[in-house]
């Protein structure tokens, strides 16, 4: 099935019917079927696994997202419990990358300054 513009029996205006589905915080139109609206005509494509027009409803999916304010201690626990098991090791190397950072951040300073003094 494709959409169409016109009505393929009387070449009258379509309608499209959709349904507003909740996804995360926004919403997204899901198409569900196709119809003439010349009353002569009796046109009609579906999309879903409804049979006849009336039996599509429009009806919104609510999601809820869970309330994170009782969860905080929680989550306060386990970091502190993931930085206890950090092995000594782990927390050199990091001190090394941070001073590399720091050098290399300094030369590309020293670098730009001493460009804009030459110019």
């Not at 507003?20 to 196709?34: E, F, N, R």
């Not at 009796?42 to 009782?70: C, G, H, R, T």
């Not at 419990?81 to 590399?100: C, D, F, S």
């Amino acid at each position: 099935m494709k959409f169409v513009e016109k009505c393929p029996k009387c070449k009258g205006e379509v309608q499209t019917k959709s349904l507003k589905k909740s996804i995360g915080l926004g919403t997204v139109k899901i198409p569900v079927s196709q119809f003439c609206l010349n009353p002569s005509c009796d046109w009609f494509q579906d999309f879903s696994e409804a049979k006849n027009p009336e039996d599509l409803d429009q009806d919104v999916l609510q999601l809820n997202i869970p309330y994170l304010k009782n969860k905080l201690p929680e989550i306060k626990r386990l970091t502190a419990e993931l930085k206890k098991k950090t092995p000594a090791i782990i927390k050199q190397n990091m001190l090394v990358v941070r001073g590399a950072a720091a050098v290399v951040v300094f030369s590309i300073l020293l670098i730009f300054l001493l460009s804009l003094l030459r110019s």
